[in-house]
């Protein structure tokens, strides 16, 4: 059974920092294109970085580049977001997502909730 498990989120001040960090249990994320995703209340979910399995490439969404970090630790099958410099409008609910890209129906994480005061 895949699990993903996000942890880290919190409330922070704006110009903060945090690291949240996904746990991949069912699966070998070295194998998938692993992603985060955020949704912030009334808004759709939207992509915000990502590392390609087959390059180990990186990818960022616009509105995070050079301010957020993606990577992973293939040992502990775990992936990381790095975040800092947050802003209020980085407020959302972070999803991890695990993707094959074959077809298969991808894998999501619980999500955990990132809180921006300003």
């Known amino acids: 059974q895949v699990q993903l498990v996000e942890s880290g989120g919190g409330l922070v001040q704006a110009g903060g920092s945090l690291r949240l960090s996904c746990a991949a249990s069912?699966?070998?994320?070295?194998?998938?294109?692993m992603s985060w995703f955020r949704q912030a209340p009334g808004k759709e979910r939207e992509f915000v970085a990502a590392i390609g399995w087959s390059d180990s490439k990186l990818y960022y969404a616009d509105s995070v580049k050079g301010r957020f970090t993606i990577s992973s630790d293939n040992a502990k099958n775990t992936l990381y977001l790095q975040m800092n410099s947050l802003k209020p409008e980085d407020t959302a609910v972070y999803y991890c997502?695990?993707?094959?890209?074959?077809?298969?129906?991808?894998?999501w994480g619980q999500g955990t909730q990132v809180t921006v005061s300003s």
């Open positions: 069912g699966l070998t994320i070295s194998k998938y294109t």
């Open positions: 997502n695990a993707d094959d890209i074959l077809g298969s129906p991808p894998y």
